[in-house]
C-alpha cells in the first residue's frame, strides 16, 4: 500500500522555471523525505522534514509541510536540464518503515 | 563515497527459473531494506533486516520469495520460481538509523533489472 501521493503524476518545464511537486498522505507521521530517481537508476535522498517543521531549504530545494492538510510540497528553483527525474515523497508513520508514493516525472525542457 | 553495491545490474530469465540478487550495504549500516519498484510506481518494501533479524516481511510473497541476512552484513534476496509478474526493479537500501532518534535516511543501490520471460 502506498500513503503518499504525488501531484502532478508528470509535469515539464522550461529550464530555468520553478517546479513545484506536492504530496498528500493519509495519517499522521514522524516525518517526510523527498528522493529523487533518474531513469533505470537507485533513489537519491535529497530532505528530510520532521513532523514539528514548517519548510526547510537545501540549496535550490525548498520543502514545506502542512500537517493539518497532510501534504508536503517540493519547489526546485531556477530548474537545470539535471534535475530530469521522478521525485518520491516517502513517509514514516513511526513503525520504523517509510512508505513511496507513485512519484511525479519532471522533465526540464531545453 | 560509500555506496550501497547491488548485482547484477540486469537479469534475464525464463518463467520458472530461479534467480537471486545480491546486496552489500554500507559499511556499519545495520538497516538493510529490498524494494521491488514496478516501472511508474514508487518502491514496495519486500522485506526490512536490523542486523541479521527479520523486521518486517509483511509483503513479502512467501511461497517463491526468501531473503537472508546471515551475517548481518550482505543480503541475498532469491526468486523461485520466478514468474511473468515478477519482472521489475529490486532496489536494495540500507540506513543507520540514530539511537533513540527520528527515522534517517534510506541509501539505495543502483537496483536489479529482472525481465521474465
Known amino acids: 500500500s502506498q500513503q503518499g501521493e504525488e501531484d502532478p503524476q508528470a509535469l515539464s518545464i522550461q529550464e530555468g522555471e520553478n517546479a513545484t511537486m506536492n504530496c498528500s498522505y493519509k495519517t499522521s507521521i514522524n516525518n517526510l523525505q523527498w528522493y529523487r530517481q533518474n531513469s533505470g537508476r537507485g533513489l537519491v535522498h535529497l530532505i528530510l522534514i520532521r513532523s514539528n517543521e514548517r519548510e526547510k531549504h537545501s540549496g535550490r530545494l525548498r520543502v514545506t509541510l502542512d500537517t493539518s492538510k497532510k501534504s508536503s510540497s517540493l519547489l526546485i528553483t531556477a530548474s537545470r536540464a539535471a534535475d530530469t527525474a521522478s521525485y518520491f515523497c516517502a513517509t514514516d508513520a513511526g513503525d520504523d518503515k517509510i512508505i513511496f508514493g507513485k512519484g511525479t516525472r519532471l522533465h526540464i525542457l531545453p | 563515497e560509500a555506496e550501497v553495491a547491488q548485482s547484477p545490474r540486469y537479469k534475464i530469465t525464463e518463467k520458472s527459473q530461479a534467480v537471486a540478487f545480491w546486496c552489500d550495504p554500507i559499511?556499519?549500516?545495520?538497516?538493510l531494506y529490498w524494494y521491488r519498484q514496478i516501472l511508474g510506481q514508487g518502491p514496495e518494501l519486500l522485506v526490512q533486516f536490523q542486523d541479521e533479524s527479520v523486521v518486517d516481511d509483511s509483503q513479502l510473497p512467501k511461497d517463491r520469495f526468501s531473503a537472508e541476512r546471515l551475517k548481518g552484513v550482505d543480503s541475498t534476496l532469491k526468486i523461485q520460481p520466478a514468474e511473468l509478474g515478477d519482472s521489475a526493479m529490486y532496489l536494495c537500501?540500507?540506513?543507520?538509523?540514530?539511537?533513540?532518534?527520528?527515522?534517517?535516511?534510506?541509501?539505495f543501490g543502483p537496483g536489479t533489472r529482472l525481465t521474465v520471460l
Open positions: 537500501a540500507s540506513s543507520f538509523p540514530l539511537a533513540g532518534g527520528p527515522y534517517n535516511e534510506q541509501f
Open positions: 559499511s556499519g549500516h545495520a538497516t
